[in-house]
T-cell receptor
Framework: DGGITQSPKYLFRKEGQNVTLSCEQNLNHDAMYWYRQDPGQGLRLIYYSQIVNDFQKGDIAEGYSVSREKKESFPLTVTSAQKNPTAFYLCASSSSRTGGREQYFGPGTRLTVT | GENVEQHPSTLSVQEGDSAVIKCTYSDSASNYFPWYKQELGKRPQLIID?????GEKKDQRIAVTLNKTAKHFSLHITETQPEDSAVYFCAARAGNMLTFGGGTRLMVKP
């Protein structure tokens, strides 16, 4: 299960606090993605980045922020502006050599905000 | 943007039977259609994919078909086994983004 890692596996925060989720990959992939998964639902794209120092909003970017200072790292900050932050967060990466098609997922971080 | 609908949301089959999951998409520019399997508490993993220039692809017990005209694609699992029990997601790619369906929970009863 190497290649793309997320930490921590479980995260608990109080409402009103910002929290940063880690995502690291050693696959030399150019593109990285953040998805949110709610119970019984599909994956919804929060942000993605095709290259270092550049990123684009996905379908549900409000209340989230990202940075891409290094190729290997794409941290996600869940801000206090996110109305319903409790969810399972998945990071993924893909290689431009395959046309960016296949996305490899990390193990996920389950965030609970009370 | 792209919209992907997936049906059914749950599917229960007897071991050895076939299972079919269907997806429709809205953006005619979509050109890549992967299927992911997610076991409970684990990461999604790619099980098969198909590109828009191909109508069908098969890998052992798994096959995917694509009808570009109708904008739908399907996953077929034959001779189902208990270890096939999981949530399956279809997705469609237009540009740089994958849009996922809502998922199908497949239960294979021994």
């Amino acid at each position: 299960d190497g290649g793309i890692t997320q930490s921590p596996k479980y995260l608990f925060r109080k409402e009103g606090q910002n929290v940063t989720l880690s995502c690291e990959q050693n696959l030399n992939h150019d593109a990285m993605y953040w998805y949110r998964q709610d119970p019984g639902q599909g994956l919804r794209l929060i942000y993605y980045s095709q290259i270092v120092n550049d990123f684009q909003k996905g379908d549900i970017a409000e209340g989230y922020s990202v940075s891409r200072e290094k190729k290997e790292s794409f941290p996600l900050t869940v801000t206090s502006a996110q109305k319903n932050p409790t969810a399972f967060y998945l990071c993924a990466s893909s290689s431009s050599r395959t046309g960016g098609r296949e996305q490899y997922f990390g193990p996920g971080t389950r965030l609970t905000v009370t | 943007g792209e919209n992907v609908e997936q049906h059914p949301s749950t599917l229960s089959v007897q071991e050895g039977d076939s299972a079919v999951i269907k997806c429709t998409y809205s953006d005619s520019a979509s050109n890549y259609f992967p299927w992911y399997k997610q076991e409970l508490g684990k990461r999604p993993q790619l099980i098969i994919d198909i590109r828009s220039n191909v109508g069908e692809k098969k890998d052992q017990r798994i096959a995917v078909t694509l009808n570009k005209t109708a904008k739908h694609f399907s996953l077929h699992i034959t001779e189902t086994q208990p270890e096939d029990s999981a949530v399956y997601f279809c997705a469609a790619r237009a540009g740089n983004m994958l849009t996922f369906g809502g998922g199908t929970r497949l239960m294979v009863k021994p």
